[in-house]
């Protein structure tokens, strides 16, 4: 759906730059002992949509998730963003490992924000449930059975 919307973005003439989280704050962090950040935030701050996937994938460090604060305050209210995340909102303070970051993050991220909450399976294992290939029991480590 994220790259749905930042392809009809594109579409519409608005630059948009797409990276899983990870990758981002992995240049983030190597900008900043460079001395590159400040030419790294505005390269990132000139696009209209920004769009992070994959948050929560792996905790983050308190440099990462500085880097990630400093980014999205940069950007509130100046730039549309779009952030994909299998993790709750309630969940966001064990990914940055800090609860008060988590909030600061949230509080500006949900300002403008219309979220859209799926649930349910995943949509790239359909084709091997339609398969029998992968069930419900192997999704949950608990119980034998799944996928081949």
Same mark, same amino acid.
């Given at each position: 759906?994220?790259?749905?919307?930042?392809?009809?973005?594109?579409?519409?003439?608005?630059?948009?730059?797409?990276?899983?989280?990870?990758?981002?704050?992995?240049?983030?962090?190597?900008?900043?002992?460079?001395?590159?950040?400040?030419?790294?935030?505005?390269?990132?701050?000139?696009?209209?949509?920004? &769009?992070?996937?994959?948050?929560?994938?792996?905790? #983050?460090?308190?440099? =990462?998730? /500085?880097?990630?604060?400093?980014?999205? !305050?940069?950007?509130?209210?100046?730039?549309?963003?779009?952030?994909?995340?299998?993790?709750?909102?309630?969940?966001?303070?064990?990914?940055?490992?800090?609860? &008060?970051?988590?909030?600061?993050?949230?509080?500006? #991220?949900?300002?403008? =924000?219309? /979220?859209?909450?799926?649930?349910?399976? !995943?949509?790239?294992?359909?084709?091997?449930?339609?398969?029998?290939?992968?069930?419900?029991?192997?999704?949950?480590?608990?119980?034998?059975?799944?996928?081949?």
């Amino acid at each position: 759906m994220a790259v749905s919307l930042g392809m009809e973005a594109i579409r519409h003439g608005f630059s948009v730059y797409f990276v899983s989280l990870p990758d981002l704050l992995d240049r983030l962090v190597q900008a900043q002992a460079e001395n590159r950040m400040r030419k790294k935030m505005s390269h990132l701050c000139k696009c209209r949509l920004l &769009v992070f996937d994959e948050i929560g994938y792996r905790s #983050l460090d308190k440099q =990462a998730t /500085t880097c990630l604060f400093q980014l999205i !305050s940069e950007r509130y209210e100046r730039g549309s963003m779009i952030l994909t995340s299998n993790k709750s909102y309630g969940e966001w303070g064990s990914i940055f490992q800090d609860n &008060v970051i988590a909030s600061a993050i949230l509080d500006r #991220l949900l300002h403008h =924000a219309h /979220t859209i909450n799926i649930k349910g399976d !995943s949509y790239r294992l359909k084709d091997k449930r339609k398969a029998g290939v992968w069930t419900q029991a192997a999704a949950d480590p608990g119980v034998s059975g799944g996928a081949a």
